[in-house]
């Protein structure tokens, strides 16, 4: 059974970083493509970054120059690093790796940027 474990949440002031990790098991990681999301308070839950197996990563024009997704096969964990952090950036993000047969998901971490 796919498990995916999310850290490294938390508080920040503006102009601040995060960096999110997801851990992955009971997966062939280096198959898969990965996918950070968010979901802000009353908002649809929304695509932020993507690592597919093979080619280039991705993010969204939203966070575009701020953000980066990364991977690290061998330790089954994708990284988000997050820079320049906005209010407007505040939510719960979530890990995730689609399937043929079904979408997996994390329990989230939450991150507040706030003055």
């Known amino acids: 059974q796919v498990q995916l474990v999310e850290s490294g949440g938390g508080s920040v002031q503006p102009g601040g970083s995060l960096r999110l990790s997801c851990t992955a098991s009971?997966?062939?990681?280096?198959?898969?493509?990965l996918a950070w999301y968010r979901q802000a308070p009353g908002k649809e839950r929304e695509l932020v970054a993507t690592a597919p197996n093979m080619g280039p990563s991705n993010v969204e024009d939203s966070v575009k120059g701020r953000f980066a997704i990364s991977r690290d096969n061998a330790k089954n964990t994708v990284y988000l690093q997050m820079n320049n952090l906005r209010p407007a950036d505040t939510g719960v993000y979530y890990c995730?790796?689609?399937?043929?047969?079904?979408?997996?998901w994390g329990q989230g971490t939450q991150v507040t940027v706030s003055s």
């Open positions: 009971g997966t062939i990681f280096r198959d898969d493509t």
């Open positions: 995730n790796i689609p399937k043929w047969n079904a979408q997996y």
